[in-house]
């Protein structure tokens, strides 16, 4: 997919100096690459933003026939000719839940636990809320595998990076399909919050160690504490809540990569485990899941 240089300054027509004055430049910058980061800019924007090429995983910089800027969904490149291309192959992830290793118990009167698990899987693009069980009789030291497929490849696209986000409750006398709901609300609320990463490295930030600032991955992180908030009330106990980044940018890399395996949970191979339960009333558990990224091709939305 390509455009002009002409089209690349807006879809209705405006000019460099319109979009330059949204930009702010930290330091003095040539004027190629001024050009270069305003079409850039442009040019995303245009054609989907964050829900078409995810947010900026690296900074604007020269090839050999011109510029690149690395996003989450794959480069966008600008040749010196004027031609500006965006990835037609786009880099999305699967994530599959493995299941859950019951470390505790809670301190209940009940023999057994009941506990169920809002998944959330959200990137730049979009997110998906799963609920798993509740499940009955469950006892400490347990393992209780599944093989559950959280966002797929195909119907879902979700563009790295990502958080997995888990809320883990035990039934009670509440309704576990209005706490997924819940969930699934805050979730979509999340991937607003990627709009700020955009801004900020549209704004002259340069991108170091890592795509997302820490400040930025504390707002993003801190949708779990509100979440657990959100549940207070609704009739079952709170287990407790954690999120996790995957695919944070590396700049040694050039493509995306699966996570390292880091075992088999099961019979299924695991590479992310998150930890909940900081109420040692309610007890503890570890969830598995198995995510891996793959390019595809999609149309331009």
């Not at 900026?56 to 090839?63: D, K, V």
């Not at 890592?210 to 079952?236: C, K, Q, S, T, Y």
Request: net charge negative; aromatic share 10%; proline share 7%.
């Amino acid at each position: 997919m390509s455009i002009s240089m002409r089209d690349a300054v807006g879809p209705e027509g405006g000019s460099l100096e319109q979009v330059r004055v949204d930009v702010k430049f930290p330091r003095p910058v040539s004027a190629g690459k001024l050009i270069a980061r305003l079409l850039t800019e442009s040019y995303y924007r245009s054609n989907g933003g964050p829900s078409t090429f995810g947010i900026p995983m690296g900074n604007l910089t020269p090839t050999k026939d011109g510029w690149k800027t690395p996003y989450g969904g794959g480069p966008i490149t600008i040749q010196n000719h004027g031609g500006i291309h965006g990835p037609e192959a786009r880099w999305v992830v699967e994530t599959q839940f493995l299941g859950f290793h019951c470390i505790e118990e809670s301190n209940e009167w009940s023999a057994s636990d009941e506990p169920y698990f809002l998944l959330s899987v959200v990137g730049s693009n979009k997110s998906v809320t799963r609920k798993f069980g509740p499940i009955e009789n469950v006892d400490a030291g347990e393992n209780h595998p599944t093989a559950l497929t959280l966002a797929s490849f195909e119907e879902d696209g979700i563009i790295p990076p990502i958080i997995i986000g888990v809320a883990a409750m035990e039934h009670d006398e509440g309704t576990p399909e209005e706490a997924a709901e819940t969930v699934r609300e805050h979730a979509e609320k999340l991937v607003n919050k990627f709009e700020e990463i955009v801004n900020s490295a549209f704004g002259g930030a340069e991108i170091t160690n890592h795509v997302i600032p820490e400040w930025l991955r504390d707002i993003l992180i801190g949708w779990v504490p509100e979440v657990i908030a959100a549940l207070f009330g609704m009739g079952d106990d709170q287990i407790g809540g954690n999120g996790k980044f995957v695919f944070d940018y590396d700049g040694t890399k050039d493509e995306w990569s699966d996570p390292e395996i880091l075992g088999n949970f099961g019979t299924n191979p695991h590479n992310v485990v998150v930890p909940v339960g900081v109420n040692p009333e309610e007890g503890k558990y570890e969830l598995y899941f198995n995510i891996k990224i793959r390019k595809r091709v999609y149309a331009l939305k």
